[in-house]
């Protein structure tokens, strides 16, 4: 008995390219090459989401500029004020402790760090807030902080 040819019809617009048929025939495939495929694709797939999210965070870091190590201290929405507070913070410290310091230095680094931890408080505190007012208090603390960083690179004759 002699097979009969089968017609190849042309898929029409409307016609599914996705059929229960070929979904079976594709798990089949599956069930057969996964086995073999999956120990040499896995390994490559997480060492590739690995790099992607190490390259990330360096990114990041470099945007807040913080070292990576110090990334996960700055997230949420006030990360990027954080970071800032914390490099004032950083430079006031120096400021305070070089040998040139003067008494006013000092004094004004006194009184910058409790205007920084207030700032730090303010962020904090703006996390919880509906997104209306967090996003005042971080223009409030971001203005506050461009003066603060005016008025110490004065400070060190910039």
Do not use: Y
């Amino acid at each position: 008995m002699a097979l009969r040819k089968r017609k190849v019809t042309e898929p029409t617009p409307g016609d599914p390219r996705f059929t229960p048929k070929r979904a079976k025939n594709a798990l089949g495939v599956f069930k057969v090459v996964g086995p073999a495929v999956i120990p040499v694709v896995a390994p490559l797939a997480v060492r590739a989401f690995g790099e992607a999210r190490e390259r990330l965070d360096r990114m990041k870091a470099r945007r807040l500029g913080v070292p990576v190590e110090e990334i996960a201290r700055f997230s949420g929405k006030g990360g990027a004020l954080h970071a800032r507070i914390t490099g004032v913070a950083r430079a006031i410290a120096e400021l305070r402790d070089r040998p040139a310091a003067t008494a006013d230095d000092k004094d004004f680094a006194a009184r910058s760090e409790t205007t920084l931890e207030q700032l730090a408080a303010v962020v904090r505190a703006a996390e919880r807030m509906p997104p209306a007012r967090r996003k005042a208090a971080h223009r409030a603390t971001s203005t506050e902080l461009d003066e603060l960083e005016q008025r110490l690179l004065s400070r060190l004759g910039l």
